[in-house]
């Protein structure tokens, strides 16, 4: 493409508090890359629980409406700003990007690049970007839990849930995992044993399963039951939070509830109990970008690394065209797939 030509890309937009019919489409003219920026032109990007989220107003620090959402993105390099290699020009790359990732084609900061391995299917890749980043910080980097270790993945069909059971197991770990009966089976796939997450003896089952308790509990949902999950936590190991499911369709201020689960974390760590509680929030460290882009960028070419060599198996729920955002939306938020719904521009 020559480069002075302009790019137009078409973008879902979030216009507000609305149900997946009212998402729009748009098409816009992007700018040139800035220095430091490409632009992409992307191939797939993911449908997360943020993004259900933010259709809700209720993700933590959501821009104004309207805007463009889209967590991550997979795609090639169609033009590069000033100060960038144009080495990188047709190359496949992903890029965690919060927001902006509906879309055909979007510029993203160089620095926020990773490459993606030769060979490796980009709804495959994409799978894995924030899901992969996500799981390989909360098990490696916070609980730091050991082979021959125990945790509890509260939704192990779900698609962090699913990454993190994988790596869990390709590290020794051995792994509960909460699900819906459907699930059951997939959740066995992944090497993990399975209760059902409806069951009103949920907890007393999981301590059956492990009675000495965990060494991590992942937990997203948060609620009531984040009590139970520390509960579980046996004294050397780690509770870690990573959402509130519980509190999405909750009306009132989206920072209400993740405030009360920051001071009951915050409770249980200054309490003398020898454990850990934890609130993973993946852009912790962010001022420091370079130091952040850098760690980011290690922990998910080693999750693509693990991919390329089948050590982990992409989970792709469905495959939905962009046009079909609402769709994929609804698809999502019904609870009946697992792995992730990854977009297809």
Do not use: C
């Amino acid at each position: 493409m020559n480069a002075t030509q302009a790019v137009t890309a078409t973008e879902i937009v979030l216009p507000g508090v609305v149900e997946p019919a009212g998402l729009q489409i748009r098409d816009r003219e992007l700018p040139a890359p800035g220095p430091g920026q490409v632009l992409v032109r992307v191939e797939v990007s993911g449908v997360s629980f943020a993004e259900q989220q933010m259709r809700r107003g209720k993700y933590y620090d959501q821009p104004a409406f309207p805007f463009v959402p889209g967590y991550d993105l997979v795609g090639r390099v169609e033009r590069v700003g000033s100060g960038v290699d144009p080495r990188r020009l047709g190359t496949r790359v992903a890029a965690v990007t919060k927001i902006g990732g509906w879309a055909t084609a979007a510029i993203v900061d160089a620095g926020d690049l990773v490459p993606v391995p030769d060979g490796v299917d980009p709804a495959e890749a994409e799978t894995v970007v924030v899901n992969g980043v996500t799981a390989w910080q909360m098990l490696h980097r916070i609980a730091r839990v050991r082979s021959g270790g125990t945790i509890l993945v509260l939704g192990a069909n779900g698609g962090v849930g699913s990454t993190l059971t994988q790596l869990a197991r390709h590290a020794g770990i051995r792994v509960v995992g909460t699900a819906s009966p459907r699930h059951h089976d997939a959740v066995r796939a992944l090497g993990a044993e399975p209760i059902d997450y409806r069951d009103p003896q949920l907890y007393r089952r999981a301590r059956d399963l492990s009675p000495d308790g965990y060494d991590a509990v992942f937990d997203h949902v948060g609620g009531a039951g984040i009590l139970e999950s520390w509960r579980l936590v046996r004294r050397g190991g780690a509770l870690v939070s990573y959402g509130s499911a519980a509190t999405r369709d909750v009306a009132g201020n989206s920072r209400l509830p993740i405030l009360g689960l920051f001071a009951r974390l915050l409770w249980w760590n200054l309490a003398p109990n020898g454990r850990r509680a934890h609130f993973y929030n993946l852009w912790a460290g962010r001022r420091r970008r370079a130091a952040f882009q850098a760690k980011l960028r290690d922990d998910l070419t080693t999750v693509f690394a693990l991919l390329a060599d089948g050590s982990l198996t992409a989970q792709v729920a469905a495959r939905i065209p962009l046009r079909d955002a609402a769709a994929a939306m609804r698809l999502a938020e019904s609870g009946t797939v697992a792995g992730k719904i990854v977009l297809t521009a």
